[in-house]
């Protein structure tokens, strides 16, 4: 189903492109909004294009997906009187939430190193603001722990020659864990040659909750009293229910 | 079949949620405890942020304790009088539990602390039960071994505080602020651990207060409603860690399986049953404690602070 969808906006889209030759690069996910409904266990996004170039077999393609900006402290545990407790913790801020990146190459993007930073390719390039009064040796250590601990919980991917190429069509897929914040996320197309960026294109992805477990969450946070006296009742209901339906068996 | 929890912001097997609250529930009905102890380091275990684990534990068991105590409310086993007054200590004490929830949340020392709680009180109940189980089985088994009937309580020290009041129901005339104390330290524990404190209550009642065992459960029962629906509320207004979805799951299951259990305990020894519940607690409690002195895969651990919105 989604690969036929998939072959005819593709077609569609390398005729349009063939017909104007003004673009070189032309991308689109398959769809713009990731629902989170009670039944969502993830999700996987089709990110699909086309390239048009005189000799496209020399070019490459990287996607990168960026999740919202988010807030987080690392924390390192230190043996304390034989217990392994938090000790040592830096804060930081502007950490994308969900990063994947993939490309076209499995031997890695032949972008010199200063351009796959500014593109943040890979996940050592991610930027994100660590504290500044502290050492930068010891910011680099924490910043580590960040990625890999980000990475474990499969909220960061980077992965080579993920994305799939024929002739001037190209697809990849990007999987949604059901624990992702929600939020705008960003798209981001790239198209290299010759050891530069000819073209590049910007999609929006939205990831947001749907439905009744939408509804749950915002009582939650914009009727908080209310919302915790409800679960209480909820609960003695449950329990008044469950005792009155057994006493009669 | 998977549910999203739209609070705790995961996908968790619904068959699963509902086995752990049957499970549970068979327990809590063989052994007359409320098995928050279990619930929550097991619902942390599945991959329930620790906040969650316990705002929801709490808001679990104000349903499980509802269903338990009317039982004992036909009977006219609960002390009302005692319970208000340990209900009061209950209040405050939870209602600070949870600011001191949230100070610590906010050191990045909650998890420590509350495994550190459950280390210590599972490791000392534990190992009391353990103890007492082990001395009655070997001692039903040496013929003629006489069990000496004492008082009805010992008088200490405790007897000597001010405000004393009259509990007809329970037979004491005590000092106010020792039931107070007792409600207040379980109120504390009760919002760390998500627990209803019952394991610790019902022992406090009897040994600290010296309250007939008939009256204990219910009137613990009884006052665990109020603190954990105190708890409930502050969890809900002050981190918004309440999973309705996941608490009405776990109660589904929990009260199927306390039915059963019901069943099941009223066939068995009841010595071996104290001494099996005596193990379970204790097994849990060394887990834990290997948890806090084993190295940890990575000592470096993340938590956001702020969500995008």
Same mark, same amino acid.
């Given at each position: 189903?989604?690969?036929? !969808? ?6 569609? !889209?390398?005729?349009?492109? +063939? ?91 032949? !972008? ?48 080579? +020659? ?48 749907? +439905? ?15 919302? +915790? ?10 329990? !008044? ?9 | ?58 808001? @679990?068991?104000?349903?499980?304790? /509802? ?74 088994? /040496? ?44 109120? /504390? ?5 998500? /627990? ?6 019902? =022992? ?30 502050? @969890?809900?207004?002050?981190? @918004? ?30 010595? @071996? ?22 190295? =940890? ?13």
């Amino acid at each position: 189903m989604r690969a036929i !969808l998939f072959l005819l906006i593709t077609a569609s !889209l390398a005729l349009a492109g +063939g017909a104007a030759r003004a673009v070189p690069l032309i991308a689109d996910i398959d769809r713009h909004l990731v629902a989170i409904t009670t039944d969502f266990t993830g999700s996987e996004l089709l990110i699909f294009g086309s390239i048009d170039l005189e000799d496209e077999d020399d070019a490459e393609i990287v996607v990168v997906v960026f999740g919202p900006n988010e807030e987080v402290v690392v924390r390192r545990k230190d043996r304390v009187a034989g217990m392994w407790i938090n000790q040592a913790a830096m804060t930081f801020s502007r950490v994308p939430a969900f990063y994947h990146a993939a490309t076209s190459n499995p031997e890695g993007v032949t !972008l010199p190193a200063t351009a796959r930073a500014r593109h943040q390719i890979g996940t050592d390039n991610i930027r994100m603001r660590g504290p500044e009064d502290a050492p930068e040796d010891s910011v680099e250590v924490f910043k580590e722990a960040l990625l890999r601990n980000k990475i474990a919980i499969g909220h960061y991917v980077s992965d080579r +020659g993920l994305i799939e190429r024929r002739g001037k069509l190209f697809r990849t897929s990007v999987a949604i864990p059901s624990n992702v914040p929600v939020g705008t996320y960003t798209v981001e197309t790239l198209l290299i040659a010759n050891r530069q960026i000819i073209g590049a294109q910007t999609t929006p992805l939205f990831v947001s909750k749907v +439905g009744v477990g939408a509804q749950i969450y915002r009582f939650a946070h914009v009727e908080p009293l209310i919302f +915790g006296i409800v679960a209480v009742l909820i609960a003695v209901a449950a329990g !008044l229910g469950a005792n009155y339906m057994f006493r009669k068996v | 079949m998977y549910i999203y929890l739209s609070i705790a912001e995961m996908a968790a097997n619904v068959f699963l949620i509902l086995g752990l609250g049957a499970g549970i529930g068979v327990m809590s009905g063989i052994f007359g405890v409320g098995g928050g102890f279990l619930m929550t380091p097991l619902l942390i275990f599945l991959g329930v942020p620790s906040a969650v684990a316990v705002a929801t534990g709490a808001n @679990q068991i104000v349903g499980s304790s /509802v269903s338990g105590v009317m039982a004992h409310w036909r009977r006219g086993n609960i002390d009302f009088k005692m319970g208000f007054v340990l209900l009061v200590g209950g209040f405050f004490g939870s209602t600070g539990g949870v600011f001191l929830f949230k100070y610590l949340q906010s050191l990045g020392q909650i998890d420590f602390v509350i495994k550190v709680c459950y280390v210590v009180f599972l490791g000392i109940i534990g190992g009391l039960m353990m103890v007492e189980s082990l001395r009655t089985i070997f001692r039903s088994r /040496v013929k003629g071994a006489r069990v000496s009937r004492g008082k009805l309580h010992q008088h200490n020290w405790l007897h000597g505080l001010p405000f004393k009041m009259r509990f007809r129901k329970s037979k004491l005339y005590i000092s106010a602020i020792l039931p107070l104390g007792v409600g207040a330290a379980v109120g /504390v524990l009760s919002a760390i651990m998500g /627990v209803g404190g019952g394991f610790i209550m019902v =022992p406090a009642m009897i040994y600290l207060l010296g309250m007939p065992t008939i009256v204990v459960i219910g009137t613990s029962l009884f006052q665990i409603i109020f603190v954990t629906a105190n708890a409930t509320i502050f @969890q809900a207004t002050l981190t @918004q860690t309440v999973d309705v979805e996941l608490a009405l799951l776990l109660l589904l299951g929990g009260v199927i399986g306390a039915q059963l259990g019901t069943k099941i305990g009223a066939k068995l020894n009841g010595e @071996q049953l104290r001494g099996l519940l005596a193990a379970m607690v204790l097994a849990v409690s060394i887990k834990l404690l290997f948890d806090l002195v084993i190295e =940890p895969a990575d000592v470096y651990s993340i938590r956001v602070l702020s969500k995008p919105f």
